[in-house]
């Protein structure tokens, strides 16, 4: 039996056996057995991916000797001469039908030993062709796994899919019923998905490290999304000892539906507005059903992550209005896409940016693709005629932005009025707050805009410079910092001087200890995962704004993250105790 550490994303429990998904970079391909009866057609498979890599790269050296000469464009007939050797390929079938391994694994093993013969000669001709031969092997992968690399869990039973790194694509893709869980090498506690994860209502733990290399496919292990443990192999004790924890867990959310339909009133008798997070339509009545008043944040840059194109102004259009139609008058908030720091879009560029969370992504990035931005307003203003829609800009930095993304809006506006398309022509416009900029300057900006919702997210980690997807910084990731909860407490001042909405729509939102400070700072709406919503009403209805406001006076004087995180754990656990009733200390 093995424990690993991980990052706790997704809460949850479950004990199945494990698919490691393939590795198109060869980082870890697991050696998975096929039947006897299907290796014709493991072997046929092979080939089919290597025929279509050699006329792939034919396609490339015509192109390479037409754009830069014949002499440079050489490289590609080694490539593809390489493929049509079968001193060097022929060795990939053998293995298939010698060992009945899948075609994935014979390629990774037979290139990785040819590179390391290369690479082991004093003579550096053959050294120089080891990236040659690595390149060979990753586009045969490819091939093999579907077009961009992107794996798919051969699941006969539904099981728990680990993996190096997932793309929101791949999370939001898998078949609901064949994934209980999910564990990753890589990732931190904000990335797309971990959100994506938390949507779906998968266990969740990331930045395990050595996961995939440890794993073997088909054993049985343990996924703690409460505490963020992965146990491998587990005895039959840890077994048990878990599955009396998913029982306790069972009852623990049984429990809380029953508040889901409470109102969410403090208990000195204030409302707070309590709205869910989304990424797919169909979550909105999810949100109905655990309490929720609306949704506070559509995340609709899933539109791109998970489709083969480019969302028409009709697909935007049907998405927005099946979202209204299932909230059925309640409020909804449509957040334009954030893209950019995401592979999606880095992978499409002409040239990758080597830091992309500090370039051309969100607003920066639908305002320097204005058709696609464009495509976007229209369609959420024709939504707005069925009712009510907010439309909110995220990752807002200067005054300018903001003004030019709200003059785009009013064209669009202009030009469905010219066409007699009815639309809301009073929308209300607002912003995310998420970058120490737009914080610092909320007063300004709280002159223009109808209304902020903080993004706590990317708050953190532009006040902190922490990369919060990155594992290996994911303990300096703290929103409890002192600077992080000033700068809240000077948005929700600005908002309030202006008399303008402010919610908070970060992850943080939905953390017990967390509201009840943002409650104390000013805030009345909290918008979060929706399977959270019924643990946060528990809270709001079992303390006061008076108490709230205490908690966050003494928080904000106190000087270090970890004091503050400790002290607001000790206040809720003696104010609301049932909070933590179904988790453990060590989370």
């Known amino acids: 039996m093995k424990i690993l550490k991980g990052i706790p994303v997704s809460p949850g429990i479950v004990i199945g056996r494990v698919r490691v998904l393939d590795d198109a970079k060869g980082r870890r391909i697991p050696k998975r057995v096929i039947e006897p009866d299907q290796i014709d057609a493991e072997v046929e498979r092979f080939e089919t991916a290597r025929n279509a890599s050699i006329a792939a790269l034919m396609e490339v050296h015509k192109t390479a000797a037409e754009e830069m000469g014949e002499e440079t464009a050489k490289i590609f007939l080694f490539h593809i001469g390489a493929l049509s050797d079968k001193a060097l390929v022929g060795p990939i079938s053998e293995m298939i039908r010698a060992e009945g391994v899948a075609a994935e694994f014979a390629v990774a093993k037979v290139f990785r030993d040819w590179t390391e013969r290369f690479a082991s000669r004093t003579d550096a001709a053959f050294r120089t062709k080891v990236n ?3 390149d060979l092997a990753d586009r045969l992968l490819n091939h093999l796994m579907g077009g961009m690399g992107q794996a ?32 990753t090498d890589l990732g931190g506690p904000t990335s797309h998905t971990a959100i994506v994860a938390r949507a779906l209502g998968l266990p969740a733990v990331v930045g395990c490290r050595r996961l995939t290399f440890l794993a073997n496919d088909g054993e049985m292990i343990i996924v703690d999304g409460d505490r963020g443990r992965i146990v491998l192999d587990p005895d039959d004790d840890t077994i048990e000892e878990y599955r009396a924890r998913i029982t306790q867990r069972e009852s623990f959310t049984l429990s809380l539906r029953e508040t889901a339909d409470l109102p969410a009133v403090t208990a000195d008798g204030v409302e707070i507005e309590l709205l869910g997070n989304i990424e797919f339509p169909e979550e909105a009545e999810a949100v109905l059903e655990m309490g929720g008043v609306g949704v506070g944040l559509y995340r609709t840059e899933f ?5 083969d194109h480019e969302p028409t102004e009709e697909d935007h259009y049907r998405v927005y209005k099946r979202c209204i139609d299932a909230l059925g008058g309640r409020p909804l908030t449509i957040r334009t896409v954030d893209l950019g720091a995401d592979k999606y879009t880095q992978q499409r560029a002409e040239f990758p940016e080597r830091n992309p969370f500090l370039g051309l ?20 203003l024709r939504a707005s005629a069925h009712g009510p829609v907010k439309i909110m800009f995220p990752l807002i930095t200067t005054l300018h932005e903001f003004r030019q993304a709200r003059h785009l809006l009013n064209d669009a506006a202009e030009d469905l009025d010219e066409l007699g398309i009815p639309h809301d022509r009073k929308i209300p416009v607002g912003m995310m707050v998420e970058v120490p900029s737009a914080a610092v300057m909320a007063d300004a900006f709280a002159q223009e805009a109808d209304f902020f919702s903080i993004g706590t997210n990317d708050l953190v980690q532009y006040t902190l410079a922490v990369d919060r997807t990155n594992e290996q910084v994911a303990s300096l990731y703290m929103p409890t910092h002192p600077a992080v909860i000033k700068l809240i407490r000077d948005i929700a001042r600005a908002a309030k001087r202006r008399e303008i909405p402010v919610s908070c729509c970060g992850e943080s939102a939905g953390e017990p200890i967390y509201a009840v400070l943002l409650l104390g700072l000013g805030l009345r709406t909290l918008s979060l995962t929706a399977s959270g919503i019924p643990a946060l009403k528990q809270v709001v209805r079992a303390v006061t704004i008076k108490q709230c406001e205490q908690i966050a006076k003494k928080a904000i004087s106190l000087d270090s993250e970890t004091e503050v995180a400790a002290y607001l754990r000790d206040q809720v656990r003696t104010l609301v105790p049932e909070a933590f009733r179904g988790y453990t200390d060590d989370r």
Do not use: H, W
């Open 361 to 380: 992504r969100s607003i920066r990035y639908c305002l320097q693709n204005m058709p696609m931005f464009k495509t976007q307003l229209r369609a959420l």
């Open 303 to 307: 539109l791109y992550l998970t489709g």
């Open 132 to 134: 040659d031969l690595q």
């Open 152 to 183: 798919t869990a051969r699941f006969t039973e539904p099981g728990i899919v680990a993996a190096r790194d997932l793309t929101p694509s791949q999370t939001a893709g898998f078949e609901r019923s064949k994934v209980l869980a999910m564990a």
